[in-house]
């Protein structure tokens, strides 16, 4: 069973020994947790001190060499082998750290500009995401177009060397904290199909005419604006890509999005969930009198949960085995995005029904239970079955795309 | 328990990669749904030129120790060959004469594994395990059949139940209590007394399995330790199990999927409802789920130590509930045809529910796996 690694992977020993440096420099350096309540994810940086705080750790992690290890050098990333920066990842995790702000930068704004990207335009933006310097938020959903994102109307004319925008956008996440935006507009609506003369634009938020409007959340929380345009003008080399082309790369970046395609800068960009804090939590809590963790139905789908935990993580194993992936080669990749957020959302709820005659009380209750965190986590992983196409739409993709079904 | 703290080690190299395109590639030729129940038809359950075919090209003696004249392979590629069978409902005592050999291998007793290996991995020789009793246990201790000395060596008596391909093998090895303790002894299955071997009516009609009664039969003790060698055989079943139904899964979906594609209904094909389209991807993403964590265990399998044993009934369980979830759903997506004995959809169903019972089902390994998580 020789399994022959690819020229450039560092071996074993290289990569046991970048484990315990950054496994030491996360002991040192981990921020030591503020007085305020940090959020869930990056789609829920509602508090200025919340979003500085978050800032600062991002630069740091950058500073560190931590971050980007798999871009080049010359966008401010190592151009180091992917590898480095899933330790990173899983070790950042592991240790509980707050997550990275600029996610949207990171995961597929960056990634997109870096696949499209005209030299200039990688140069201009690229070292920015890293260092958090610029955060990025995304233009996609309207108002009377989420699931159906082709049917965008957001209007962009040009005029001169500007573009005039005209329209809105809705749950634009990070919207308040953003200074660009990567935009779908429509610069054609006589092109004929709605996936035509569509345009993806980097498009700078800070400027006359864009107007933000912050949307609470069902947790009370906030995170995503309103942005509407009204006659915004942003320069024309902002565009990315071809006029007219912007669906495709929409689509290109939906696809970093949903973790389908790699070359994300890295970081987490949410608190991490594990079975294992359930199991904790199952021994805090009683019901009916017993520790939780004593009740037979309590326990079968603790190993239920634990069970799918082992199966995501053996599926990231196994998806870089191609022996084992050769049948339906975008398979685990195209499904992460799922899988991950549905099965964050039932362990979640689950967490909140080991609470019992206490799962009512939320967060700012004295006696909530860890502070109320599994009811916020649980109203919150809705972020993630929703926001980046809701799981029923990646089950259309999954199936037609997959699965070869015909589409509805 | 810390999930991200354990190994997501999976191993399969190109020599595994060969053996499992080599077995896929029989089966798609050799084992088509047809054949298959030409086979089931037939009093043995198995077609003997396949079985020759397996054996010629060292299935059989895939994972034997190189000087029994085996190829010396992991368990893991036990796996590689069970899949894909799997997957083209394969039956015959390929599964049997695997596990008694590699029950013969791990005890370590030299002289029956001179006798019986060299054998067994060229096929000349086929066996089977009998661990089970009437009453159900999936526990291998749960022994009652009795080994008991007398001046010509051992006498066994007792009931051993679901003997796989017990009369179309030569070797019997039983679980039997020898002075109290747990023993693996060795029956020659001629010595047996017309009648004590009856064949048991499964609900899959592709498999084989047999009610054995013994009654003062003779018997050779094997020799190592009995209760090691129990415990690795059952786990070593359920692995095996676990890649048998793996394949079943994939097979499943395949043929659902075909159906889906083809049948339209109002104007058109019926997979384009979400209605179907939906819980067919959620199947083939367990399936998926599935595969990682069968890959995982054929990697970490040794038959003893916790991790080998908490990632084999992970995946026994899961890839348990899915394939008679997978095989469930396409009758039903299949309709009124899907209801007949004549549509292919029930061969699946039929081997699912057989094969999820065997070596402990999804609800013995979960509730086992509680006192390893928790
Ligand atoms: C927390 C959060 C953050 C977000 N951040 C951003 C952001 O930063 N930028 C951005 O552009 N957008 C963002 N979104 C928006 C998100 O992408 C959309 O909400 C999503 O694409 C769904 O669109 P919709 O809300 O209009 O729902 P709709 O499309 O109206 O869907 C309503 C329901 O109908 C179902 N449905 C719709 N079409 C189909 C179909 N064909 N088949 C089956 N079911 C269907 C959906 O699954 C859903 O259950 C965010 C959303 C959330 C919740």
């Known amino acids: 069973m020789t399994e022959v690694p690819p020229a ?12 315990q440096e950054v496994r030491t420099w996360l002991q040192r350096n981990a921020p030591t947790p503020p007085a305020f309540q940090l959020p869930d994810s990056f789609m829920e940086v509602g508090k200025p001190e919340q979003f500085a705080f978050l800032q600062a750790w991002q630069r ?7 971050l980007g290890m798999a871009w080049p050098t010359e966008y401010g990333g190592r151009g180091r082998p992917q590898a480095y920066q899933r330790i990173v ?14 996610v949207i930068g990171l995961m597929w704004a960056g ?20 260092s958090g310097e610029e955060i990025w938020c995304q233009g996609f959903s309207e108002p009377e177009h989420g699931s159906d994102l082709a049917a965008a109307t957001t209007t962009a004319v040009r005029d001169g060397d500007e573009y005039v925008l005209n329209g809105t956008k809705i749950w634009t996440s990070l919207g308040t904290e953003a200074k660009h935006m990567i935009l779908l507009a429509r610069t054609d609506p006589n092109a004929g199909s709605k996936y035509k003369g569509l345009t993806f634009f980097l498009a700078p938020v800070d400027v006359e005419g864009v107007e933000k409007r912050p949307i609470q959340k069902m947790t009370g929380e906030y995170g995503f604006n309103e942005t509407r345009f009204d006659n915004a003008r942003i320069p024309a080399d902002c565009v990315l890509g071809q006029v007219g082309e912007g669906w495709s790369v929409a689509v290109t970046t939906l696809m970093f999005e949903r973790g389908a395609s790699e070359g994300q800068a890295g970081g987490l960009a949410m608190v991490p969930l594990r079975v294992s804090d359930v199991v904790e939590l199952a021994r805090q809590c009683r019901l009916d009198g017993v520790p939780a963790i004593e009740d037979p139905q309590v326990r079968d789908r603790l190993v239920g949960f634990a069970i799918e935990e082992r199966a995501h993580a053996l599926n990231m194993a196994r998806a870089r085995n191609q022996a084992l992936t050769r049948d339906r080669p975008f398979a685990i990749m195209m499904m992460n995005k799922l899988t991950f957020s549905e099965f964050r959302r039932r362990l979640s709820a689950f967490a909140v029904s080991l609470e019992g005659a206490n799962a009512g009380r939320y967060m700012g209750d004295p006696h909530a239970i860890e502070g109320g965190e599994w009811q916020r986590h649980y109203m919150n992983a809705f972020s993630a079955t929703i926001g980046g196409g809701t799981s029923e739409i990646q089950r259309n993709i999954i199936g037609e795309r997959l699965l070869g079904l015909a589409k509805g | 328990m810390t999930a991200t703290e354990e190994s997501t080690e999976i191993r399969f190299g190109e020599d595994l990669d060969l053996l499992a395109k080599s077995a896929s590639d029989v089966m798609r030729d050799r084992c088509t749904l047809e054949a298959v129940r030409a086979s089931a038809a037939t009093d043995t359950g198995y077609d003997e030129a396949l079985l020759a075919q397996i054996a010629e090209l060292g299935f059989l003696g895939a994972a034997l120790p190189e000087r029994y004249g085996g190829a010396g392979l992991p368990a893991a590629a036990l796996v590689a060959m069970a899949e894909p069978m799997g997957r083209y409902l394969y039956s015959g005592p390929f599964v049997a004469s695997t596990l008694a050999g590699q029950l013969l291998a791990y005890i370590d007793d030299p002289i029956s594994q001179q006798t019986y290996l060299p054998q067994l991995a060229r096929g000349e020789l086929l066996a089977s395990p009998a661990l089970y009793e009437p009453d159900g246990s999936y526990d291998p201790l749960a022994i009652v059949t009795t080994a008991s000395r007398d001046a010509a060596g051992l006498l066994l008596s007792g009931i051993k139940t679901g003997v796989l391909d017990a009369a179309n093998v030569g070797l019997l090895l039983v679980s039997a209590l020898c002075d109290g303790e747990p023993a693996v002894v060795a029956v020659q299955r001629t010595s047996l007394p017309d009648g004590s071997i009856t064949r048991e009516t499964l609900i899959d009609e592709t498999r084989r399995s047999y009610r054995i009664v013994f009654d003062d039969t003779p018997a050779v003790r094997i020799g190592g330790d009995a209760t090691q060698g129990l415990r690795f055989v059952h786990q070593l079943g359920a692995l095996m199990m676990a890649a048998d139904m793996s394949g079943g899964t994939i097979g499943s979906i395949d043929l659902t999927i075909d159906y889906l594609q083809t049948r339209t209904q109002f104007g058109r094909p019926i997979g384009s409802y979400q209605a179907l389209k939906h819980p067919m991807v959620d199947i083939f993403v367990a399936s998926e789920h599935g595969r990682s964590l069968l890959y995982h265990a054929a990697t970490v399998f040794d ?3 916790r991790a080998s044993e908490c990632a084999v009934r992970m995946a026994k369980a899961h890839c348990g509930s899915t394939f008679t979830h997978a095989a469930d759903r396409s009758i039903q997506f299949h309709g009124a045809i899907g209801f007949t004995y004549e549509c292919h959809a029930q061969l699946f169903l039929r081997r699912a529910q057989w094969a999820e019972y065997q070596f402990g089902d999804t609800r013995h390994h979960r509730r086992n796996l509680q006192a390893l998580l928790l």
Do not use: C, H, W
């Open chain 1, 111 to 130: 990634p997109v500009i870096m696949q499209l990207g005209t030299e200039t335009q990688k140069r201009r933006y690229l070292p920015k995401i890293l």
């Open chain 1, 89 to 102: 990842d899983s070790e950042m995790a592991r240790a509980n750290v707050p997550f990275m702000v600029n």
């Open chain 1, 8 to 19: 450039e992977t560092p071996s074993p020993e290289e990569f046991a020994t970048f484990r």
């Open chain 2, 303 to 305: 038959g003893e130590s």
């Open chain 1, 60 to 66: 740091k992690v950058y500073e560190a060499g931590y």
